[in-house]
């Protein structure tokens, strides 16, 4: 997701090799603006950009490091703008948010992600259905709310979306949600209807925040439709989506700068959990091949139970994890998202996040062999792997009844056989000391993290 502005950053650290080499410097700050324009960053936030990196560079003694932490600093202001970050709730529930933007923006799924978001935080939410101008809305965001598994509000054969999101909002307050997500009407292009109706809803709704939903891939025109919808309808945070698709990305580093809003969270893929959180600080750390620690902790947190994470470490260590063990850690890890996103959070492993590309959990070839064998098996050999190991009449019934051939079985078997001995060597004393010279060792071709 991050891979080309981080690319850019790397070629621009290189370009200076010794101290106080001052055309170094200019060769690396020509680089670095040839990249971002590249990516889609605005021309005036990359010139401003620049300016602030070389006079803190200088400032503090031209050099690789200097040069690195100038960067960091004046990227993390950039991406900064006045307001809130990620979600807050409102005082008094339920927090009530509009979720506005054009048709195409993928304005109705992001809603059905961001509900999703809150309610892997424990969250009671009500997604309503206001958009009446598009046929397929309203049924749309019915099946997301089936699919996550949170309530749905929509009123059949009603033209009036004021009319549905006051019927909404007295429902959540004698029901006690926490939150209110409130998906509106778009438009394939801004027009004075739009904005008559969007500020009619707003109007009824007294909304906590109105969430922009920008597409990431139309670039610079995300900006000047954010600019527009906050200028005539007032907007307190863009949601970027299709951000995983964008091969450029500078559109992120531009749009809170240009607008005065905040981004407050991002799409990294077509899935309900690929939302994430935009803090400017974490973003800046990734973008410079630091990872984000506290993202990925929050995003266990949600959906990894703390007493069944004990239990698996716990047998882990005693070497006793199982094929039921495994097939539960993969449900687990499809509520987090993209592996590939999760991976790059990681310090140090960007490299491998590019080798993983867009490896799916649930609908991977390797995935499907893996649970189709399980499935093939019987409650007893699940919970125990030896049983099957060195006994070829089970294998063979198992791969039969996988449709897989015993060849394919074996390497599965033998897969599973050694990470289950990589993790118990990690489980021991020892276990995060060696994990941290692991990640050192495959980290040693990016850039380094700043400390």
Do not use: C, W
């Amino acid at each position: 997701m991050f891979e080309t502005l981080s690319n850019s950053f790397s070629s621009a650290l290189k370009k200076i090799r010794f101290k106080d080499d001052e055309k170094a410097l200019k060769k690396a700050l020509a680089e670095l603006k040839k990249s971002l324009l590249k990516a889609d960053v605005h021309h005036k936030v990359v010139k401003e950009l620049l300016q602030r990196v070389e006079l803190d560079t200088k400032a503090a003694g031209i050099g690789r490091d200097s040069f690195l932490k100038a960067l960091q600093k004046n990227l993390t202001q950039i991406l900064t703008a006045p307001g809130k970050q990620g979600f807050v709730y409102a005082s008094k529930p339920p927090t009530v948010v509009l979720m506005t933007g054009l048709q195409g923006s993928g304005k109705t799924t992001t809603t059905g992600k961001l509900a999703n978001y809150l309610k892997l935080r424990g969250k009671k939410v009500l997604v309503v259905a206001a958009d009446l101008q598009r046929l397929a809305a309203v049924e749309q965001l019915r099946q997301i709310a089936q699919q996550i598994d949170v309530d749905f509000f929509g009123e059949e054969d009603e033209k009036d979306p004021v009319k549905v999101v006051n019927d909404a909002l007295k429902l959540a307050r004698e029901k006690l949600y926490d939150v209110v997500l409130i998906d509106t009407a778009g438009r394939l292009a801004i027009d004075e209807a739009l904005m008559e109706e969007l500020k009619r809803v707003k109007e009824a709704a007294n909304p906590d925040e109105v969430f922009y939903v920008a597409d990431s891939l139309t670039g610079q025109d995300a900006v000047r439709s954010a600019a527009k919808f906050n200028e005539d309808i007032g907007i307190t945070g863009v949601i970027l989506t299709k951000y995983d698709g964008d091969s450029k990305g500078g559109v992120a580093i531009s749009l809170a700068h240009q607008i005065g809003v905040p981004l407050r969270f991002i799409g990294t893929g077509e899935k309900m959990p690929d939302l994430e959180v935009f803090i400017p600080e974490r973003i800046t750390n990734r973008l410079m091949g630091a990872g984000d620690i506290e993202s990925l902790a929050e995003k266990t947190a949600a959906v990894i139970d703390e007493k069944q994470a004990k239990k698996i470490s716990k047998k882990i260590a005693k070497g006793k994890f199982n094929f039921e063990d495994f097939l539960e850690q993969l449900e687990s890890m499809k509520k987090m998202g993209s592996l590939k996103n999760l991976i790059s959070m990681i310090p140090g492993m960007g490299n491998m996040a590019k080798a993983i590309k867009d490896l799916d959990l649930e609908n991977s070839k390797e995935i499907k062999k893996i649970k189709a064998m399980i499935n093939s098996m019987t409650p007893k050999e699940r919970k125990d792997p030896d049983l099957i190991l060195k006994n070829n009449s089970r294998k063979r019934r198992i791969a039969q009844g996988a449709g897989l051939s015993q060849q394919e079985v074996n390497k599965i078997l033998k897969q599973f056989n050694n990470a289950a001995k990589f993790a118990k060597k990690f489980a021991g004393k020892k276990g995060m000391q060696d994990m941290q010279n692991l990640m050192k060792q495959m980290g040693g071709q990016g850039m380094p993290p700043i400390r």
